[in-house]
């Protein structure tokens, strides 16, 4: 709703590196395209990745819609039990101190962008086949499949036109 009603100049877009966290990310892309085109002046300043495990998809994502990474939270138990258990991850002076002081500056400093959203093949090409399900031939079912058992052939009911008159 912020984006629609122009009520913020930039978006700060968090995905990881699975298909389901990238798609909802290339949808706010796709929104802030569509918003800038209706007179909208919101951008995307970055993207923050979460619980990276260094497969780099997310990475490719932000390359490909042309949105800097702002910073890369690792996937790590001790940040995951903190997060759980509510307590603050990135307090000063310590272990990941660094890490979020480092995502403040960017966030502050980072100028809206206009991003380049990609198509469904474009996203789906961020993975391997084995991770999409790109590599496995659909065989369509047999009405012997779908009714569990054999099936007999019967004449159909559905009255066929051979010529169309005019």
Same mark, same amino acid.
């Given at each position: *709703?912020?984006?629609?009603?122009?009520?913020? +100049? !930039?978006?700060?877009?968090?995905?990881?590196?699975?298909?389901?966290?990238?798609?909802?990310?290339?949808?706010?892309?796709?929104?802030?395209?569509?918003?800038? !085109?209706?007179?909208?002046?919101?951008?995307?300043? $970055?993207?923050?990745?979460?619980? =990276?495990? @260094?497969? @780099?998809?997310?990475?490719?994502?932000? !390359?490909?819609?042309? #949105?800097?990474?702002?910073?890369?939270?690792?996937?790590? /138990? =001790?940040?995951?039990?903190?997060?759980?258990?509510? +307590?603050?991850?990135?307090?000063? $002076?310590? /272990?990941?101190?660094?890490?979020?002081?480092? *995502?403040?500056?960017?966030?502050?400093?980072?100028?809206?962008?206009?991003?380049?959203? *990609?198509? +469904?093949? @474009?996203? %789906?090409?961020?993975?391997?086949?084995?991770?999409? $399900? @790109?590599?496995?031939? %659909?065989?369509?079912?047999?009405?012997?499949?779908?009714? $569990?058992?054999?099936?007999?052939? !019967?004449?159909?009911?559905?009255? #066929?036109?051979?010529? #169309?008159?005019?």
């Amino acid at each position: *709703l912020p984006i629609a009603r122009d009520m913020c +100049q !930039k978006v700060i877009v968090v995905g990881s590196n699975d298909l389901q966290s990238l798609y909802v990310a290339n949808n706010v892309c796709h929104a802030v395209e569509y918003f800038r !085109k209706m007179g909208g002046n919101v951008g995307v300043a $970055g993207m923050i990745i979460n619980k =990276d495990d @260094g497969t @780099g998809e997310a990475q490719a994502f932000a !390359k490909a819609v042309d #949105i800097p990474v702002l910073t890369a939270i690792p996937a790590n /138990e =001790d940040i995951r039990r903190k997060s759980a258990n509510y +307590q603050i991850v990135g307090i000063p $002076g310590g /272990e990941w101190a660094s890490l979020f002081e480092e *995502l403040a500056i960017n966030v502050a400093e980072a100028p809206p962008r206009q991003p380049a959203p *990609l198509d +469904q093949d @474009g996203l %789906l090409n961020l993975f391997s086949a084995d991770e999409t $399900g @790109g590599n496995v031939e %659909l065989v369509p079912a047999t009405q012997a499949d779908m009714r $569990g058992g054999t099936f007999e052939e !019967k004449p159909s009911l559905e009255v #066929i036109y051979d010529e #169309i008159l005019i």
